[in-house]
């Protein structure tokens, strides 16, 4: 662990890659050139010390000294995730839903504790990884039902406990950053092999409380499918699966506690199936002159069986977003790769699928062994590193007065067309009411032999003053347009506060009752992140 570099306090990532003024503005007059309009300003961010905070409206509990405080910075840390709304408003200096007081506990007793005293004095409680929600997930808006919020922080609970290699299989506690457990894992040779765009900050336990999705693109692409079995703390005790490849006995446990969002209780610990770290790797970069030609090529893909670790279509405004390629073509990016034996007979097939729907491949594939990477100067090398350095651009757009942000959903193959172009007209029409003007893009980031999940980024001048209320009218436009033309509200980002209205017209009535039935056994006294996923329970 680096001990001595620091992440933002308001914004996404390190402190240290937050560029100076002159750096901000080269990013924004390249952004001219593919949005068509120019930032108009460049702010600085305000200092740690310059936070105003409320005054805490309870007093740390005796009974939890030691692990429970109130101090300034800690409040200010576990304020907000990471979406454009949360980072415009730290950047702005307003942290007025700060958390009253912030635990790390250090055991699952600690956990216990917290959530007894929590439910006896009506404390919200709000579980928090990596702190890199983008759906307020972990923000404390509550309403005076509630005392106070607690911030309960699970980073100290980050180690790989144990590897039962026989079955692929490691026991790993929730506060774990992708980072480190990775790390841990390498050291007998395995990797969970889950990467989703937060991987260097968020952990385990809030890939598992949000159904998170990683870079593969097909098969083993949600954390759903990685989970072997679950552990958790609930207010009325001990959540615990058993660990199996595979059940038919009623409705499984685990599935209800991935994806629960901590509105049930704190997820500890998971047993998760992993795998030998690749050997043989293979990426082509292909381009096409015509969108549905792409698509098609994509959906063919997705049918074959080949099942490529990557094969994401971006479309011609994404790709020189993304300095892929400015030439106009969409960009098809594919990938292979194996721990067991060579993926070249796999990576052929898929060239003449690319080339039967007009696809060209100037470069060709590149073959990798031994876990070598290629270095960056290929379309899929620009593409994973502008993927990884993505969410600083948040940071930079929200210094300059400009509005950015990205939803994904998802659909079958036959609706696709309906929904990526009413999606466009109607978020197109949304940012000329609003901002006068816009741009969006649009790329595949998971597919299926059923259907792709569609990732659009949406980029809007803002005015001073009023981006949060330009911002919600287009993502307002955005989520009803998902759900209008019959996609999900979320494929990886999860529900949250910010979702959960077009969340509600997206699941059956009656799950609804059954989720507020279960809430009501597992956390009688309501006090599990009231707000996200259902309302808040009297």
Known sequence: MND???????????????????????????AQLMVGFAPERCDEPPSLESI???????????????FVTDEHEARVRHTYGK????????????FAPAPDLVATPRTEADITAVLDWASDAKVAVVPFGGGTSVVGGVEGDVDDRYHAVLS?????????????RSSLSARIQAGATGPGLEAQLAEQGLTLRHFPQSFEFSTLGGWVATRAGGHFATVYTHIDDLVQSTRAITPKGVWESRRLPGSGAGPSPDRLMVGSEGIFGVIT???????????????VTAHFGDYGAAVEAVRALSQSGL?????????????????????GTHVLVVAFESADHPVRAWMERALELVADHGGTCPKGPVY??????????????????????????????????????????ACTWDNFERLHSGVIRDVRRAMKDACGTGFISCRFTHVYPD????????????????????????????????????GTITHHHAVGRLHRPWYEKQRPALFGDALRAVKGALDPGGVMNPGVLIEPTP
Not at 52 to 66: I, K, Q
Not at 468 to 474: D, K, R, T, V
Request: aromatic residues 10%; glycine residues 10%; proline residues 6%.
């Open 83 to 94: 979406s454009y709304r949360d980072i415009l408003r730290g950047f702005r200096g307003d």
């Open 307 to 327: 099942y490529p670790s990557n094969c994401r279509l971006l479309d011609k405004r994404e790709a020189a977003l993304n300095a892929v390629t400015m030439d």
């Open 269 to 283: 610990e998971a047993w998760m199936r992993v795998r030998p770290r690749p050997v043989f790797r293979a990426t």
């Open 4 to 30: 001595t570099r620091k992440r933002s306090f308001w914004g996404w990532g390190w402190e240290d890659k937050f560029p100076d003024a002159a750096a901000r503005k080269a990013t924004g007059e390249h």
């Open 152 to 164: 309960l922080d699970l980073g100290r609970l980050d180690r790989v406990v144990e590897v039962e």
């Open 451 to 486: 259907g792709p999940a569609p990732y659009f980024t949406f980029i809007a001048p803002g005015r001073y003053g009023a981006e949060l209320e330009q911002w919600m009218a287009i993502k307002k436009a955005a989520s009803d347009a998902v759900i209008a033309h019959g």
């Open 368 to 409: 990798r062994e031994e876990g070598e990477r290629s270095g960056g100067s290929d379309g899929a090398g620009v593409w994973r590193d502008a993927f990884i350095d993505a969410p600083y651009l948040l940071n930079v757009m929200a210094s300059m007065g400009v509005i950015v942000d990205t939803f994904e959903t």
């Open 52 to 66: 105003e905070l409320r005054a805490p409206l309870v007093s740390t509990p005796l009974v939890l000294g030691g």
